[in-house]
T-cell receptor
Framework: GAVVSQHPSRVICKSGTSVKIECRSLDFQATTMFWYRQFPKQSLMLMATSNEGSKATYEQGVEKDKFLINHASLTLSTLTVTSAHPEDSSFYIC???????????FGSGTRLTVV | TQLLEQSPQFLSIQEGENLTVYCNSS?????LQWYRQEPGEGPVLLVTVVTGGEVKKLKRLTFQFGDARKDSSLHITAAQPGDTGLYLC?????????WGAGTKLIIKP
């Protein structure tokens, strides 16, 4: 089955620093990957759609300059939270699908804590 | 704007009881997916239904897609503590997913 690997699973950083989160499709190619943010006890909120070889598509209200997305290959997308602040602390999850129809595979998520 | 209303948002029942979770929309979806998420983990796909009226069973879980492909239900028979988790429905449309708010399910021994 399709496997998506996400790293790191947990990260604690100081306010003002940047953090990079990686999302890899291990056994399939993904021209598109999705980045979500999830607050406690809530559903997933789509932040952006990562497109291989082109610019990411951001959802309304998501700051492009703060959440930098790079999708340089068919198996890797990265999300960089720049100049992190405590309000950026959250659970970030990526997903991808080999066929776009029958279901999405999610990474295990990254718990970001900004202190 | 497509919306997917999921209910109930929270459910706490005793082991052995039955339950149903609903996802309703005024929009038609090409597929309806159900996921289960445990704390600190990403969602895991349980099932995808694509045909109006389709019923799929996964052990004690029964998933149904409405005839008009606007709604879906998840029924759990004889719930067990291992069923505890966050259940999410998602409607597929044009390679995008519209998410329900989730149902936090707790099964008490």
């Amino acid at each position: 089955g399709a496997v998506v690997s996400q790293h790191p699973s947990r990260v604690i950083c100081k306010s003002g620093t940047s953090v990079k989160i990686e999302c890899r499709s291990l056994d399939f190619q993904a021209t598109t990957m999705f980045w979500y943010r999830q607050f406690p006890k809530q559903s997933l909120m789509l932040m952006a759609t990562s497109n291989e070889g082109s610019k990411a598509t951001y959802e309304q209200g998501v700051e492009k300059d703060k959440f930098l997305i790079n999708h340089a290959s068919l198996t890797l997308s990265t999300l960089t939270v720049t100049s992190a602040h405590p309000e950026d602390s959250s659970f970030y999850i990526c997903s991808a699908t080999p066929d776009g129809f029958y279901g999405y595979t999610f990474g295990s998520g990254t718990r970001l804590t900004v202190v | 704007t497509q919306l997917l209303e999921q209910s109930p948002q929270f459910l706490s029942i005793q082991e052995g009881e039955n339950l149903t979770v609903y996802c309703n929309s005024s929009s038609v979806f090409s597929s309806l997916q159900w996921y289960r998420q445990e704390p600190g983990e990403g969602p895991v796909l349980l099932v995808t239904v694509v045909t109006g009226g389709e019923v799929k069973k996964l052990k004690r879980l029964t998933f149904q897609f409405g005839d008009a492909r606007k709604d879906s239900s998840l029924h759990i028979t004889a719930a067990q503590p291992g069923d505890t988790g966050l259940y999410l429905c998602a409607g597929g449309s044009n390679y995008q997913l519209i998410w329900g708010a989730g149902t936090k399910l707790i099964i008490k021994p």
